[in-house]
């Protein structure tokens, strides 16, 4: 499986850390911690680079190395994404969709237990295919 691993710079503030990628301008985060840092660095650069690539935009190859003026005094942690992973999870993410229904209807498949969200999926399903 294909990873991608870019270099995270980690800048201690007041708060924690803030995070930045040269590679990717833009794209921050922050944390308490320089794990929770790191882990919440992974998000924001799998979302930013599954977003640039829906939008058709070139994605930079990794920096082999960063300059003195973005590591002097910060923290470089390399941060791995697997973007084949990331366009299945986002592409299957759940996401909610507002729909209107008679009354009557709402309520007779409420009192069925009916699952309004597995029935609209199924029935989307099977008009698609």
């Not at 201690?12 to 921050?28: A, L, Q, S």
């Not at 209107?100 to 698609?128: C, D, H, Q, Y």
């Amino acid at each position: 499986m294909k990873t991608k691993t870019y270099l995270a710079v980690m800048e201690p503030c007041t708060t924690g850390y803030d995070v930045f990628f040269p590679d990717f301008p833009g794209c921050v985060a922050s944390g308490k911690t320089i794990d929770q840092a790191a882990r919440n660095a992974k998000d924001a650069l799998s979302m930013h680079y599954y977003a640039m690539e829906e939008d058709g935009e070139d994605i930079p190859e990794p920096s082999a190395a960063l300059n003195a003026e973005d590591t002097a005094g910060n923290v470089v942690s390399p941060i791995t994404i697997y973007p084949e992973l990331l366009h299945e999870e986002y592409r299957n993410r759940r996401v909610k969709t507002n729909t209107t229904i008679p009354a009557w209807l709402k309520a007779a498949a409420e009192e069925r237990g009916i699952n309004f969200s597995r029935v609209l999926e199924n029935a989307l399903m099977g008009m698609i295919n």
